[in-house]
């Protein structure tokens, strides 16, 4: 299936690996983590254009 570009309104139509784009002067992609386990106001993201490192997901560290 291939990917699709979809406008992000509210930060729960994310789910952890979606990416982000954001074209401008620069552009840059970044990848959602989740939102932050103690406040609800941020977010964490990792930026691809500085880490490329592969990346897993284990469920069982995510609690």
């Known amino acids: ?3 699709k570009l979809e406008k992000v ?3 729960t139509q ?3 690996g979606d990416k982000i784009i954001s074209i401008g ?3 840059e ?3 959602f983590l989740c939102i932050h386990p103690h406040n609800n106001n ?3 993201f990792l930026n691809s ?3 490329g490192t592969k990346k897993f997901y284990n469920d069982k560290l995510r609690n």
């Open 1 to 3: 299936m291939k990917d």
């Open 25 to 27: 002067v620069t552009s």
């Open 14 to 16: 994310l789910k952890p």
């Open 42 to 44: 941020y977010s964490l």
């Open 29 to 31: 992609i970044l990848e």
């Open 9 to 11: 309104t509210d930060i």
């Open 49 to 51: 254009d500085l880490d």
